[in-house]
């Protein structure tokens, strides 16, 4: 069974930092296109990085390019989301996903004050 464990959220000042971890259960990272998505209030999820098994990182936001990094851990089996110089506009749940599976974990919140 493929399972996703989000943490590392919390309520962060503007221009903050902090990393998110995702710990999978039922697949390999190293194996999978991994992605993070978030969703802010009253708006639409939306795909912000992937990682692909080839290590390869892709953001899918220009707003997050330069201030956030993907990368994973094969021996923890865990993915993370760096992110530095946090702006209110990214708060939002954060939520890691498979490409291959149509699973979503509980999620993060990250809250960025002004």
């Known amino acids: 069974q493929v399972q996703f464990v989000e943490s590392g959220g919390g309520l962060v000042q503007s221009g903050g930092s902090t990393r998110l971890s995702c710990a999978a259960s039922?697949?390999?990272?190293?194996?999978?296109?991994m992605r993070w998505y978030r969703q802010a209030p009253g708006k639409e999820r939306e795909l912000v990085a992937s990682?692909?098994?080839?290590?390869?990182?892709?953001y899918w936001k220009n707003s997050v390019e330069g201030r956030f990094t993907i990368s994973r851990d094969n021996a923890k089996n865990t993915v993370y989301l760096q992110m530095n110089n946090l702006k209110p506009e990214d708060t939002a749940v954060y939520y890691c996903?498979?490409?291959?599976?149509?699973?979503w974990g509980q999620g993060t919140q990250v809250t960025v004050s002004s």
């Open positions: 996903k498979s490409v291959t599976y149509d699973t």
């Open positions: 039922g697949l390999a990272v190293s194996r999978n296109t």
């Open positions: 990682i692909n098994p080839f290590g390869t990182a892709t």
